[in-house]
């Protein structure tokens, strides 16, 4: 292993290649020794399996990051199986470029599926190998130095659908983008047809967040530009769930813990609105999130269901520390009372939202949040919330909102 050194302050990169010709290792390292990371440098001259496993040093294993080159020219087979043996090995801190002189489409896409982020033909073009190492230092400084500024990150579950879990996040959203002009991202983490660009009137089926996850292995702020949709003129950002029955899956857990915690250095808030249920992906969102509330209304099904949630949660030991039970269209003269909430959920009511159905059944219908001018508790509520996470009393006067109207 060779050991390039850039500085104690360096982020740690492990580059290892691949059955890559002597010559073209040399050029490689040359090209990756000018950026600024301490460089771990392992070649090795045969191909991985769980049956032919290689040595990693433990330098290379704990490095912040790692950048493999593998070559698919002499058994493009044994390729793909190293790049998913890779995969396996390192998880969300490796980034995989295949070598190969045949760029064939077929290939590349088989590639791309086993876990490669990027595909470049031979002779090396080293311009273009430069330019993959730039686009991954912006991301590995991003996410793998973790910036003491990362915004947070809330997460919203509902108890049961139906319980208003999406309009509250898109008004809090709103309250905190116009109100205190934070720059805020809402993600409708919905597996498919979600309704958070439907409520903001906005056409969000360019901009879903399941497909900015499959590019995050290209991810920086430029990428992230292009898949935004932009709410009315204030800092607000959407990325949408499809909008179509069906389809696949919307990554694997690593992606989207790697996804979401560069979203969080590029917002001061990032908002998730989520599936009712914590399968791996969910939960990962859970772990990275500062916190993370689960919604309900005060009837039985949905305190039923409340409960058997925070059961959940509890006993896997997830979300202990920020878990906050929010009661929806709550009102005084509800035939279950909070004491008996609390009791059935064993937890204390973070907060409670006063119901007002008719003006959020208009707010919906017209693609235009309820704004903080509007006299009523539901705002008031709102306006308490969002001054809690700013955790600042100083409000801005928020500009008329633009009328639109949602056609579907």
């Given at each position: ?182 720059k805020v991202l809402l993600i409708d983490n919905h597996f498919q047809l979600g309704h958070v660009a439907l409520y903001l009137a906005l056409d969000g089926t360019h901009h879903t967040f399941r497909e900015l996850v499959l590019s995050v292995n290209r991810l920086d702020s430029e990428l992230l530009h292009g898949f935004v949709a932009s709410y009315d003129d204030c800092t607000l950002d959407i990325l949408s769930s499809p ?166």
């Open positions: 292993m060779t050991d390039l050194r850039q500085g104690s302050d360096a982020m740690g990169v492990a580059l290892i290649t691949v059955n890559v010709e002597q010559v073209t290792v040399q050029r490689l390292t040359e090209i990756a020794a000018q950026m600024p990371w301490n460089l771990l440098q392992s070649d090795f001259d045969y191909y991985f399996s769980v049956d032919k496993r290689p040595y990693f040093t433990q330098k290379a294993i704990d490095a912040e990051a790692c950048l493999a080159i593998v070559d698919f020219d002499k058994d493009p087979n044994l390729a793909l199986e190293t790049v998913a043996f890779l995969s396996g090995s390192f998880y969300h801190k490796i980034a995989i470029v295949a070598l190969s002189s045949a760029v064939d489409p077929e290939l590349v896409l088989e590639s791309m599926r086993a876990g490669c982020n990027d595909f470049l033909g031979k002779p090396l073009d080293a311009a273009a190998f430069t330019d993959t190492l730039h686009r991954l230092n912006k991301l590995w400084s991003a996410i793998v130095m973790h910036p003491l500024d990362a915004g947070k990150i809330i997460s919203f579950f509902g108890a049961k659908g139906g319980v208003g879990t999406t309009a509250l996040a898109v008004h809090l959203a709103s309250f905190l983008a116009k109100d205190f002009k934070k909008d179509v029955y069906g389809g696949e899956p919307k990554g694997d857990s690593e992606a989207v813990e790697q996804t979401v915690e560069f979203l969080s250095t590029q917002y001061d808030f990032v908002l998730l609105d989520c599936d009712a249920n914590f399968e791996d992906t969910n939960l990962a969102i859970i772990e990275h999130s500062h916190s993370v509330y689960l919604v309900a209304t005060p009837e039985i099904g949905a305190i039923r269901d409340l409960s058997r949630y925070v059961d959940g949660l509890i006993q896997n030991k997830q979300a202990t520390d920020k878990l906050h039970v929010l009661i929806n269209r709550y009102s005084s003269r509800e035939a279950i009372t909070t004491e008996q909430i609390e009791k059935a959920i064993r937890l204390p009511i973070a907060r409670k939202i006063s119901n007002d159905y008719l003006n959020l059944l208009n707010a919906i219908n017209s693609g235009v949040p309820i704004l903080s001018s509007v006299k009523s508790e539901f705002s008031k509520d709102m306006l308490r919330w969002a001054t809690s996470l700013v955790g600042s009393k100083e409000v801005s006067t928020p500009t008329p909102a633009k009328k639109f109207f949602a056609f579907f």
